[in-house]
T-cell receptor, first 113, second 113 residues
Framework: AQSVSQHNHHVILSEAASLELGCNYSYGGTVNLFWYVQYPGQHLQLLLKYFSGDPLVKGIKGFEAEFIKSKFSFNLRKPSVQWSDTAEYFCAVNNYNNNDMRFGAGTRLTVKP | NAGVTQTPKFRILKIGQSMTLQCTQDMNHNYMYWYRQDPGMGLKLIYYSVGAGITDKGEVPNGYNVSRSTTEDFPLRLELAAPSQTSVYFC????????????FGPGTRLTVT
């Protein structure tokens, strides 16, 4: 069964620092890839997604992610974080041929003002 | 439109009680999903449905049941509540086709004591 690994449980940064959150998945076939964000007390919202085409994907709020097929990775990046980016971030993978979406355990990001 | 709505927002159950978590979407999405979210574990898929009358098990279906009699509604039933079912439950939906992300509801926080 496919699985998703997020390398960091909790990341603490100061404002203006750069961010990279790791995500690796185990499935070898064609996949759709997602990053979702959950702000405190809220439901999950889509940050960005990759289905095909340019492996560098740009999302909302200045986030981007790069799909590296050879490494089974889809890392999330932001050049300069803000206090309002404090949230939990989830990587998710959907096998192209079925409906079983798998989520990583999440990375909690705390940005200090 | 309201998107994905869930009721109730909070519920406390005693062990052995039963209840139904309601989920409704007004986007005419064929695909609907139920997840549970536990701290440090990410989201686990309980059940999903690809259309009215069709449901299938996800990663953690034991102790739960679902039905899908209409496109709009996808209720989740707990028959004999157990402390292990204490969690936050999220419902999600998406359109048919491969290139779509899931839209999430606000969640139901359930405590079983």
């Amino acid at each position: 069964a496919q699985s998703v690994s997020q390398h960091n449980h909790h990341v603490i940064l100061s404002e203006a620092a750069s961010l990279e959150l790791g995500c690796n998945y185990s499935y070898g076939g064609t996949v759709n890839l997602f990053w979702y964000v959950q702000y405190p007390g809220q439901h999950l919202q889509l940050l960005l997604k990759y289905f095909s085409g340019d492996p560098l994907v740009k999302g909302i709020k200045g986030f981007e992610a790069e799909f590296i097929k050879s490494k089974f990775s889809f890392n999330l990046r932001k050049p300069s974080v803000q206090w309002s980016d404090t949230a939990e971030y989830f990587c998710a993978v959907n096998n192209y041929n079925n409906n079983d979406m798998r989520f990583g355990a999440g990375t909690r990001l705390t940005v200090k003002p | 439109n309201a998107g994905v709505t869930q009721t109730p927002k909070f519920r406390i159950l005693k062990i052995g009680q039963s209840m139904t978590l309601q989920c409704t979407q007004d986007m005419n999405h064929n695909y609907m999903y139920w997840y549970r979210q536990d701290p440090g574990m990410g989201l686990k898929l309980i059940y999903y449905s690809v259309g009215a009358g069709i449901t299938d098990k996800g990663e953690v279906p034991n102790g739960y049941n679902v039905s899908r009699s209409t496109t709009e509604d996808f209720p989740l039933r707990l028959e004999l509540a157990a402390p292990s079912q204490t969690s936050v439950y999220f419902c999600a939906s998406r359109p048919s086709g491969e290139a779509y992300e899931q839209y999430f509801g606000p969640g139901t926080r359930l405590t079983v004591t």
